[in-house]
């Protein structure tokens, strides 16, 4: 079931796979191309300092999410699910926190291709995704 803000889908076709640890994260094409955005801006955009505390991994592991996420969504219409681990999927998060801070209001938008607003929705998705993706590990473990 998808849910609309400022006239963009966001999924909510997120499942864990219990035995990989990994979750699989049905993106829409727009919400692909947001990730890939954000995550191109913290590996090629402008320098982070501390790049493994503040994105959560390390450039070589986000330059290979970075690289899924765009194969993910590619030349084809047709777009699957990327099975992604927990620790990438908050690195997918603080990319967005990273590119929030560091753009300016008046570049966003260019250098995105989204506005701010849009941004800080996906972000929030993505922290309510990781949450329930926690939560139910719990319980599976339990």
Known sequence: MAWSIFGAAYNRLMKVLPQSGCVALALSREEAAHANNALNEVCNGFAIANFEAT???????????????????????????IDITLPELDGLRHALTAVLA???????????????????????????????????????TA
Do not use: C, K, P
């Open 102 to 140: 560091e753009l300016d209001a008046w570049e966003y938008a260019t250098r995105m291709g989204f506005e701010v607003a849009e941004s800080e929705a996906l972000r929030n998705r993505l922290d309510t995704l990781a949450g329930e993706a926690r939560l139910r590990s719990l319980r599976q």
């Open 55 to 81: 994105i959560g991994l390390t450039r070589a592991q986000a330059a290979g999410l970075l690289r899924r996420v765009h194969e993910s969504f590619g030349d084809s219409a047709r777009h699957e699910a």
